[in-house]
């Protein structure tokens, strides 16, 4: 699986942005994908998970309330939408597909390690 993201770009305090993840290859739309970002000197941190289906969602604290995880299946395509972005959500962004066993663990998605496909990231910068 290759997953391409997208649409990172600088953002005013208070702004949206639309993050995309296209994925391609056998059976993409059979793995669960999640959002993980990375700041400067920080290290990579969950952000938001979605089944296979997209029956099941997750969001961590940080962005609840702010942010929504899609998936158009006949796109494979992933969506992560931001809303009222704060200067702390400023990282790049990656998106990750897990290893295609169809299993959703509320614990085990907020883990890089379930994932075994990763993305090139994209920056995103929140102007204050």
């Known amino acids: 699986v290759q997953l391409q993201a997208s649409g990172g770009g600088l953002v005013q305090a208070g702004g949206s942005l639309r993050l995309s993840c296209a994925a391609s290859?056998?059976?993409?739309?059979?793995?669960?994908m999640a959002w993980f970002r990375q700041a400067p000197g920080k290290e990579r941190e969950f952000v938001a998970a979605?089944?296979?289906?997209?029956?099941?969602?997750d969001c961590s604290s940080a962005v609840k309330g702010r942010a929504t995880i899609s998936r158009d299946n006949d796109k494979s395509t992933t969506y992560l939408q931001i809303n009222n972005l704060k200067p702390e959500d400023a990282a790049v962004y990656y998106c990750?597909?897990?290893?295609?066993?169809?299993?959703?663990?509320?614990?085990?998605?907020?883990?890089?390690?379930?994932?075994?496909?990763w993305g090139q990231g994209t920056l995103v910068t929140v102007s204050s």
């Open positions: 990750a597909a897990d290893r295609g066993t169809k299993n959703w663990d509320d614990a085990a998605v907020r883990n890089p390690t379930q994932y075994g496909y």
């Open positions: 290859g056998r059976s993409s739309s059979s793995y669960a």
């Open positions: 979605i089944s296979w289906s997209g029956g099941r969602t």
